[in-house]
C-alpha cells in the first residue's frame, strides 16, 4: 500500500491460469476491492481478455466506494487488449506507475 493505494505488480502472463492469483492480489478475502488499486503491468508480456475480466470485475467494487483502478507501465501489446474491448473507457492505463499513483 502506498498512500491507502494497494500497488500490485504483475510479471510474465495473465491468462486464464493466471485469473485466480489476479483476483487474489485485487480483492481481499471477501472479494471487495481496496477503494484506490494501481496494477503496474510493466512486466506483463501477455495478456488476454481473461485479465480485462479481472480488472472489469473490479472496476464497480472500487467506484462503489468511491475508488478507481488504474493500469501503469502496459507494453503495447498488452495495452492493446483494453483499448480492444473499450474497458480503456473506464480503467486509466497510465505510462508509468507514478503517473497512475497520483491520477
Do not use: W, Y
Request: include cysteine; glycine fraction near 10%; aromatic fraction near 2%.
Amino acid at each position: 500500500m502506498i498512500d491507502g493505494i494497494r500497488l500490485v505488480t504483475l510479471h510474465g502472463v495473465i491468462d486464464d491460469d493466471a485469473q485466480d492469483m489476479l483476483c487474489e492480489a485485487l480483492l481481499d478475502e471477501e472479494g471487495t476491492a481496496s477503494t484506490r488499486i494501481v496494477a503496474d503491468l510493466s512486466g506483463v508480456t501477455f495478456m488476454d481478455s481473461t485479465g480485462v475480466n479481472v480488472f472489469v470485475a473490479a472496476h464497480p467494487r472500487t467506484t462503489e466506494a468511491a475508488g478507481r483502478v488504474r493500469v501503469a507501465g502496459a507494453q503495447r501489446p498488452v495495452r492493446r487488449v483494453p483499448q480492444v474491448t473499450g474497458a480503456d473507457a473506464f480503467i486509466a492505463c497510465r505510462p508509468g506507475t507514478g503517473q497512475a499513483l497520483t491520477a
